[in-house]
């Protein structure tokens, strides 16, 4: 009954920019939080960045001052602008969904994932 749809990915050179959105739809009574991850190749799943219901936002080291992400509640839908792009960004990046059915059940959902390839 839920939805994730994402977009933005693609190929770009070192230096450049991005932006991801991801849009959630369904069986959502609210969301807590929606953010974004990414798993390189060899890699475990890493946080990249979060932003919850009242807009507090949590970013990885590496991507700070280079990322921005942001959400438009009435569309819940969820953005992550990436600039100053490094080779060391190139990875499957997936949407992440924390929310809560309509019998205030917690639940996490994934997006199936969207490519971000860097080239140097």
């Known amino acids: 009954q839920v939805q994730v749809v994402e977009s933005g990915g693609g190929l770009v050179q070192a230096g450049g920019s991005l932006r991801l959105s991801c849009a959630a739809s369904?069986?959502?009574?609210?969301?807590?939080?929606m953010g974004w991850y990414r798993q390189a190749p060899g890699k475990q799943r890493e946080l990249v960045a979060t932003?919850?219901?009242?807009?507090?936002?949590n970013y990885a080291d590496s991507v700070k001052d280079r990322f921005t992400i942001s959400r438009d509640n009435a569309k819940n839908t969820v953005y992550l602008q990436m600039n100053s792009l490094k080779p060391e960004d190139t990875a499957i990046y997936y949407c992440?969904?924390?929310?809560?059915?309509?019998?205030?059940?917690?639940?996490?959902?994934w997006g199936q994932g969207t490519q971000v390839t860097v080239s140097s």
């Open positions: 369904g069986s959502i009574f609210s969301i807590n939080a």
């Open positions: 932003i919850t219901s009242d807009s507090s936002t």
């Open positions: 992440n969904l924390d929310y809560k059915t309509f019998l205030r059940t917690p639940r996490i959902y």
